[in-house]
Nanobody
Framework: EVQLVESGGGLVQPGGSLRLSCAAS????????MNWVRQAPAKGLEWVSA????????SYVDSVKGRFTISRDNAKNTVYLQMNSLKPEDTAVYYC????????WGQGTQVTVSS
């Protein structure tokens, strides 16, 4: 059974940090590019960041460049999103996505940035 399980979300003050994790199982994780995608309240899905299967190439939406860092550990079948200098506009449900011949999605983790 394919599973992507996100964790690490929560409530944080503006300027704070969180580290999201997404643990994968049931497929060959190291063969898949991975994405983080978010959905803010009453808004559509927004792609946030991507990392290639080997971890050597990353990309970010402009609004998070310099603040977020994506990484992966293929030995642990896990992808991470380190989020620093968080802003209220980063409030959203964050999903991890495995991009391949078949896409897989996690259930999401809530991130709320508020004072």
């Amino acid at each position: 059974e394919v599973q992507l399980v996100e964790s690490g979300g929560g409530l944080v003050q503006p300027g704070g940090s969180l580290r999201l994790s997404c643990a994968a199982s049931g497929f060959t994780f190291s063969s898949y590019a991975m994405n983080w995608v978010r959905q803010a309240p009453a808004k559509g899905l927004e792609w946030v960041s991507a990392i290639n299967s080997g971890g050597g190439s990353t990309s970010y939406v402009d609004s998070v460049k310099g603040r977020f860092t994506i990484s992966r550990d293929n030995a642990k079948n896990t992808v991470y999103l380190q989020m620093n200098s968080l802003k209220p506009e980063d409030t959203a449900v964050y999903y991890c996505n495995a991009e391949g011949p078949i896409d897989f999605w996690g259930q999401g983790t809530q991130v709320t940035v508020s004072s």
